[in-house]
């Protein structure tokens, strides 16, 4: 567990009111933070069927170094923001080279594993 400042983008007005995004902790005014890996010990995890992954452009932390808990998400549910920070889409698609049934609906890129299988 480590600490973050949550800020509010300069560029609200351009996109939306809903998103916060973080930087590193400089004061005082912090909120706890997790890694996925974190989270997964602390609630004694083996594998989360559904990862939904909406953090305003901070794909390039989480995902960039192809971190070991992502062979242990079944599906992501993901939307990258390029928009904010050039390279969110890229670094998923790296760390997302392991699901390749894909379909997007709206801002949001599913991504699974394997394909599910029918009942017959």
């Given at each position: 567990m480590g600490r973050t400042t949550l800020v509010?983008?300069?560029?609200?007005?351009?996109?939306?009111?809903?998103?916060?995004r973080v930087?590193?902790?400089?004061?005082?005014?912090t909120v706890p933070a997790f890694s996925v890996d974190d989270l997964m010990r602390t609630h004694k995890l083996s594998f989360i069927d559904i990862l939904k992954l909406d953090i305003e452009g901070s794909e390039?932390?989480?995902?960039?170094?192809?971190?070991?808990?992502?062979?242990?998400?079944g599906m992501?549910?993901?939307?990258?923001?390029?928009?904010?920070?050039?390279?969110?889409?890229?670094?998923?698609?790296?760390?997302?080279r392991d699901f390749p049934v894909r379909f997007t609906q709206g801002e949001i890129e599913f991504a699974f594993r394997q394909a599910a299988q029918s009942a017959a």
């Open positions: 509010t983008p300069s560029d609200v007005q351009q996109y939306d009111h809903w998103g916060v930087s590193e902790a400089e004061d005082d005014n390039l932390e989480v995902l960039a170094t192809y971190p070991n808990w992502i062979s242990r998400i992501l549910a993901i939307e990258t923001h390029d928009r904010f920070r050039p390279g969110c889409r890229q670094v998923f698609e790296c760390a997302g």
